[in-house]
């Protein structure tokens, strides 16, 4: 409430009639000194005229001197005012901004003076502010979040027991109106919407035609559940990724999604991508699944901790990689023979399919039918081949000859490939093609036999990663792996058709093996070609060539043969010699120093055949007795030791062999009966025993086969039996043993009727 308090007249003077001093007319003196009435209030920072009035006996006097002086902060214009001719005085007050109490206070000489006092109060609705805690965001769901609207004059005087309007956009709730309290406040509360839509609540608070406004972020609560989303329940080949991403969701209590939370992916057999994610904002968190090589249900958890985990299952399938076709026979001598097939199919890695259907085909149904079952019944003399075909995968095509088989006379094993003559001197390859081995003029694998390209008639072949051919009348052909020029046409490119020698030399002998040829030409000179890093070509240098250069020496050499990194030659009178790398012994000169020339080997021996194997050598002496020398690891020299001998050493047993043949770990020998024994590395059943073990000395191979002429690889062995028939055994890498497999044997195997 406001107040004004009026002080009334104030009387100075004499009492009585007294008269004064000296006589004559009194003088008029002021006996009072009123404020006029004014409001109670006023508002702060304010002015209005302030009015006082000098009167003596009720009559206002002119000329009196009224002094205004405020209080509480009032300022008058004006100090001293002089009255006018109706005793008024007035001056303007400019009211104090702060409220309060205030006043005014007139006086005149002589004492006279009078006071007014007033309530300051604020002014009109000129601020509203929004306070509380609005730096952090409302969680969903959240009740009755603090915030205060203060409301206020243009001199921050607050004002209370106005009605502040409040609204909100977004989402959240609040209250529609609170009154302010003393201190200009208006409190309520903010409710976050449990679902969240926009993330962000604006609350605008509202005073007259006022307003502020504040926008608080809304954001899920803590996780609380962990949703699947999609991505569950896929099935797809095994080892391969899934074409979609498991995809889950992080959510509060209220389903909002919850971003920046780290989510756990464990695999049972499948495995994510990444071991966790962090949620989007969304709380959607992805990772791509790649199955593993288990068939069958595969899982991956998902984990939040504190939250129920997820757990995805997936079918892991076990497509068909590969068919695999084999027949009991596969030459029918007659028209109504028949022969069985049988399929079987392979996932990518080489495991079985159960429960695989085939379906069968014969490419030339005039030749020979196949029934649902697999079975081949002869129609025609002729050729065809048989396939099984499951889910869209082809195997591979078996020949069914109708008529007499191909007969072979000359076979040659090399680093991971076969070749051999037929009697007719066609030449057949089989097992790594990558590099042209194979001569058909493709750059792939080839399970099977199958005719080199060219035309070109040979008389004998050899192998090492690549195959040379003496060719009856004329130049030697070569073709195959060719980075260090032992194809010898002058180039290191990779050939995969029969290509000639340069140099126009004929030879009548070649030999190979791994990168380096060498063959003797027909006026007896010794040339060799191709890799050189150990001195293997004999030119006493350590240079590769890509043609053939003379080996030094003036050697005759009748006989030849190369090893991995060197090389022996036979004259006329059984004395070897050798060149090229000795590190352990290879040369048999009794040393182990590398020899970029021929040196005699030791021991006196009259050898009438040599055999290089990798890092050992043989040979078999005029009586049949084999001696070895070089490596012995695994007992390849075969003199019941593995200690190395840089001489010639006997082969224990006392054998009396025709031939001998050596491989990378393992040599072999044919005796005259054409009964075969071999020594040795073990490890790819290249001893072909029927085991895996490795032997110090000579076992029998197993099979009762009569045996014609033998010849090693690295890690197999293949001979030609009486019928001129080819049976391999040992490492069957890439289809290198010929029997449309992969797959190693440990006795000697049937290599199957080319493929036309």
């Known amino acids: 409430m406001l107040h004004v308090w009026l002080v009334g007249l104030v009387l100075a003077g004499c009492g009585g009639d007294t008269p004064p001093p000296g006589g004559g007319v009194d003088p008029v003196v002021p006996d009072a000194i009123e404020l006029a009435p004014g409001p109670d209030t006023v508002t702060a920072g304010t002015a209005s005229t302030v009015v006082a009035r000098v009167t003596a006996k009720g009559v206002g006097l002119t000329g009196i001197s009224v002094h205004f002086v405020g209080q509480g902060g009032a300022q008058p214009a004006s100090a001293t005012v002089t009255s006018d001719g109706s005793g008024h005085a007035s001056t303007d007050v400019q009211w104090p901004q702060p409220v309060g109490g205030a006043g005014v206070q007139v006086s005149i000489t002589g004492g006279l003076s009078a006071q007014r006092t007033v309530t300051v109060v604020p002014g009109p609705v000129a601020s509203v502010t929004l306070s509380g805690d609005t730096a952090r965001a409302l969680v969903a769901g959240e009740v009755g979040r603090a915030l205060q609207a203060s409301v206020s004059d243009a001199f921050a005087n607050p004002i209370g027991g106005v009605p502040a309007v409040i609204s909100s956009t977004g989402d959240c709730t609040v209250p529609d109106t609170v009154l302010t309290d003393v201190a200009g406040v208006a409190s309520f509360g903010v409710d976050a919407s449990p679902a969240i839509v926009s993330g962000e609540c604006t609350v605008r608070t509202t005073v007259d035609t006022v307003s502020a406004s504040v926008i608080l972020g809304v954001e899920a609560g803590v996780p609380s559940v962990l949703q699947s989303v999609s991505g569950d329940a896929q099935s797809g080949p095994f080892g ?247 194809v010898g046409d ?68 009748v006989g030849l043969s190369a090893g991995g990194y060197h090389t022996c030659g036979l004259d006329a009178a059984g004395v070897a010699h050798c060149w090229g790398d000795n590190a352990y012994g290879q040369l048999g000169d009794g040393t182990v120093t590398q020899s970029l020339e021929p040196v005699p080997v030791a021991g006196g021996h009259a050898f009438r055949s040599l055999a290089g194997g990798v890092y050992h050598t043989c040979g078999v002496d005029g009586a049949g007795a084999v001696y070895c020398w070089g490596y012995n690891l695994d007992g390849r020299l075969g003199d019941g030791s593995t200690t190395d001998s840089s001489v010639p050493v ?104 080319p493929q036309p």
Not at 506 to 524: D, L, Y
Not at 713 to 741: E, K, M
């Open 490 to 557: 002058g180039t290191t490119v990779h050939r995969a058709v029969p290509t000639a020698v340069t140099g126009g030399l004929t030879f009548t002998v070649v030999t190979a093996n791994g990168g380096h040829t060498c063959g003797i030409e027909s006026g007896g000179s010794t040339y060799c070609w191709g890799y050189n890093g150990s001195g293997q070509l004999g030119d006493s240098t350590r240079i590769s060539k890509s043609g053939p250069v003379l080996v030094h020496g003036g050697h005759a050499f």
């Open 240 to 486: 391969l990724g899934l074409p979609d991403s498991m995809v889950v969701r992080v959510a509060d209590a209220y389903s909002n999604g919850i971003g920046g939370v780290t989510v756990e992916f464990t695999g049972v057999d499948a495995v994510p991508a990444v071991p966790s994610v962090v949620t989007a904002q969304s709380g959607v968190a992805a990772v791509a699944v790649t199955l593993g090589d288990a068939v069958g249900t595969q899982s991956v958890k998902a984990v939040v901790p504190g939250v129920d985990s997820v757990v995805y299952s997936f079918q892991s399938l076990q497509p068909v990689d590969s068919v695999f076709v084999a027949v009991t026979l596969d030459s029918l001598g007659r028209v109504g023979a028949t022969s069985v097939g049988s399929a079987t199919a392979y996932d990518r890695l080489g495991r079985v399919v159960p429960g695989a259907v085939f379906t069968w085909a014969s490419s030339v149904t005039g030749v020979a039918t196949v029934s649902p079952d697999g079975t081949i019944t002869a129609v025609a003399d002729g050729v065809t081949s048989i396939t099984a075909t499951s889910n869209g995968v082809v195997s591979n095509a078996v020949p069914v000859k109708v008529g007499i088989p191909v007969r072979y006379d000359r076979v040659a094993p090399g680093t991971g490939h076969t070749c051999a003559v037929s009697t007719g001197g066609d030449a057949y390859c089989w097992g790594y093609g990558a590099t042209g081995e194979i001569g058909n003029g493709a750059f792939l694998d080839r399970w099977i036999p199958g005719i080199v390209s060219g035309g070109v008639t040979f008389a004998e072949l050899t192998a090492g990663d690549h195959a040379c051919g003496t060719v009856v009348g004329g130049a030697s052909h070569c073709w195959g792996y060719n980075l260090y020029g032992q």
């Open 650 to 753: 006997a082969v224990t047993g006392g054998h009396v062999f025709q031939s001998v043949s050596a491989g990378l770990s393992h040599t072999c020998a044919l005796k005259a009966g054409g009964d075969v024994w071999c020594w040795g590395g073990n490890v790819s059943g290249q001893l072909g025993d029927g085991s895996l073990s490795d032997r110090v000395s000579p076992t029998a191979v197993t099979g009762g086969h009569v045996f014609t002429t033998l010849s090693s690889g690295q890690q197999h062995v293949c001979g030609i039996d009486a019928d001129g028939l080819i049976y391999c055994w040992g490492y069957n890498g890439s289809g290198r043993l010929g029997d449309g497999t992969i797959t190693l044997r440990v006795i000697p195997t049937r290599v199957v009727e």
